[in-house]
């Protein structure tokens, strides 16, 4: 894995504000509740917002906050133009825009336009009938030739939903099917229309002018089907041991995807003057697209989520796991580090709303190293090139959560692979194990803001159960301690800031096969730094490993410093090469 130079050289174009920035996401059900409902809202935000501040975070990305039927928590919006009152208000949001502004802090608003709700006007005006002028809007279609509408089989193609079963669903009124590749309540956008990709410029320019300063666009890879022109849709691959198949061929970044986030860079956001940042959520992309869609002479998007990582430790589905192999991890993270390494960029990630936690996945939560192991990953994570998120309560070394039972679980993903998985015949209990290990709700508890019964959350009762662990585990309890997870993220996101190279430095992976210690440099301008992470409970001596790191100044570590030539379990180094 050689380095490559740098897609920002010293003395060019000063390298995008970006670069240097760290995201911190809001997931605003569970992060603050300011009025006693048990879910958090707008006004909580406002009320934490030092807790940004201290951090040192640039941004926050707010998760969702629109009207919405809430059946995947505001991922399924029925108006792009408002607030949900179960958040707050238009006014609010407002506020929340000048509050950050005035801290130098921005906003990042979630754009979900694959989709909208089955209660969006747009949806109810389509299916209202076949001849309705919003009919094209979304995608209808009639049943299987030979079959009739309703009969096993008769979905006008074979694929499988994200959340189980058919991405087709029947409207009995008129006979036809509307596809979903989410839940049912789902209906995803006909993205063909031209219309529809006016309505949403239209929406996008009006949250800019109103002062939010980018997107995080929602599964924006699937906006193009891959339809042919008699308007029919391929079936897949079958997939093994089930009735349906992957569509993906037909929809992860389909044929005109990139036209159409050229077509909404030219619309939306070119010639204006702010410092804006857009980041495209796109399961399924590989490396060669991802330059692509980040090349900034091709004006798509600034950098994408990219989904490698987390797949590591699935099996056939997310919903069998095995350990990470320490090797695939810098494997796949090499190849992206590298692949990105002159055109383009990365965004850096281990925790969001949708994926476990990290500390309980990819570190080692029991009592001895979870705050080891969580400033570990951390550091391994934030020391590459990247733009690095932060998803909150992972600045708190938030783990999953003691799950017991199937009525603990709120998430429509979990409860319709439930619903399916027992009804083809699995143990209930093997699904129950399943969902505890990989379930969306272990992100999705209250944040942990200190030891009072709802962990200073609400005062209601809370809409997901609080973490036990919050008495121990809590904002409050970490905010002065040196030693805590809190205050290591506030330095790493600090050494980003004032450090170039770890912002735009070269990366250079080393020990490429070693099973437990992840080592890499990153160098710019004749300064390199060494980062050394021991990911595991092995004592490792480094004078035989990388003995170049013996008498190097440390920069930032995770342990209170010893002798040089020892790593400690899950133990961080960084260092500055002479
Ligand atoms: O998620 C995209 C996605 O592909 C999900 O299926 C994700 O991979 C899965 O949740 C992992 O288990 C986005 C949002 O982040 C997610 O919250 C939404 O449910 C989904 O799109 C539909 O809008």
């Known amino acids: 894995m050689d380095s490559a130079p740098s897609p920002f050289p010293t003395g060019a174009e000063p390298a995008p504000w970006w670069t240097r920035a760290v995201v911190y996401q809001v997931y605003p059900r569970s992060f603050m509740d300011s009025d006693g409902d048990g879910v958090g809202d707008l006004g909580g935000i406002l009320q934490r917002l030092d807790h940004l501040t201290d951090l040192g975070v640039d941004v926050l990305w707010l998760s969702p906050v629109y009207p919405s039927p809430q059946a995947d928590n505001g991922y399924d919006i029925s108006d792009y133009r408002d607030i949900d009152p179960l958040f707050g208000s238009l006014a609010q949001l407002d506020?929340?825009?000048?509050?950050?502004?005035?801290?130098?802090?921005?906003l990042v608003m979630d754009l979900v336009v694959n989709h909208t709700s089955d209660a969006h006007p747009w949806f109810e005006e389509s299916r209202a009938s076949r001849t309705s002028p919003k009919r094209d809007w979304y995608w209808w279609r009639p049943p299987r030739p030979g079959f009739a509408a309703g009969d096993p089989g008769a979905e006008p193609?074979?694929?499988?939903?994200?959340?189980?079963?058919?991405?087709w669903t029947l409207d009995e009124a008129s006979?036809?099917?509307?596809?979903?590749?989410?839940d049912r309540r789902q209906p995803d956008l006909n993205w063909e229309n031209p219309e529809v990709r006016h309505a949403v410029y239209d929406m996008m320019r009006w949250w800019l002018d109103r002062g939010v300063d980018g997107f995080r666009m929602d599964v924006i890879n699937m906006i193009s089907k891959d339809v042919a022109p008699d308007g029919s849709l391929h079936d897949g691959p079958p997939i093994p041991g089930s009735a349906l198949g992957s569509g993906y061929a037909s929809f992860i970044c389909g044929p005109r995807i990139h036209e159409f986030l050229q077509e909404m860079h030219r619309e939306v956001f070119a010639g204006r003057p702010e410092a804006l940042l857009t980041v495209g959520e796109m399961p399924g992309v590989t490396v060669e697209q991802a330059r692509l869609f980040t090349d900034p002479a091709r004006?798509?998007?600034d950098m994408v989520f990219q989904f490698e990582h987390v797949g590591l430790d699935h099996g056939t589905s997310k919903w069998e796991v095995h350990p990470l192999r320490m090797r695939d991890l810098k494997a796949s993270f090499g190849r992206w580090q590298t692949g990105l390494a002159e055109?383009?960029?990365n965004s850096l990630y281990w925790d969001n709303h949708d994926q476990p936690r990290a500390v309980s996945r990819f570190g080692d939560d029991s009592p001895e190293f979870r705050r080891d192991s969580a400033t570990c990953l951390a550091t391994l994570l934030h020391l590459h090139r990247g733009t690095p998120y932060v998803y909150q309560g992972q600045e708190l070394g938030m783990a999953n959560y003691p799950f017991r039972s199937l009525e603990e679980f709120a998430d429509v993903e979990s409860l319709n692979h439930h619903v399916h998985a027992v009804s083809a015949g699995h143990d209930p209990a093997d699904v129950l194990a399943a969902l505890r290990t990989s379930s969306r709700d272990n992100a999705r508890t209250p944040v942990q803001w200190d030891d009072s019964p709802h962990a200073g959350f609400t005062t209601g009762r809370p809409w997901l159960a609080v973490n036990p662990d919050h008495v121990e585990w809590n904002a409050a309890a970490q905010r002065d301690d040196p030693t805590s997870v809190l205050a290591h993220y506030r330095r790493l996101i600090a050494l980003r800031h004032e450090d170039p190279v770890v912002a735009l430095g070269d990366f250079h992976l080393l020990l490429p096969e070693h099973d437990e210690v992840y080592a890499f440099?990153?160098?710019?301008?004749?300064?390199?730094?060494?980062?050394?992470?021991?990911?595991g409970r092995t004592t490792y001596r480094l004078s035989s490993l990388l003995p170049e790191v013996v008498d190097a100044e440390l920069v930032l570590g995770n342990l209170p410093e010893d002798d040089p030539a020892v790593l400690r379990p899950w133990e961080a180094r960084v260092l500055r090469l002479p």
């Open 521 to 535: 440099t990153r160098s710019r301008d004749g300064g390199t730094l060494l980062v050394v992470c021991n990911v």
């Open 343 to 345: 055109v383009g960029w």
């Open 95 to 106: 506020e929340l825009i000048a509050a950050l502004h005035a801290r130098g802090m921005k």
């Open 157 to 167: 193609t074979n694929w499988q939903s994200f959340f189980s079963g058919p991405t």
């Open 299 to 301: 004006a798509e998007v």
């Open 175 to 182: 006979g036809e099917y509307y596809l979903h590749l989410f």
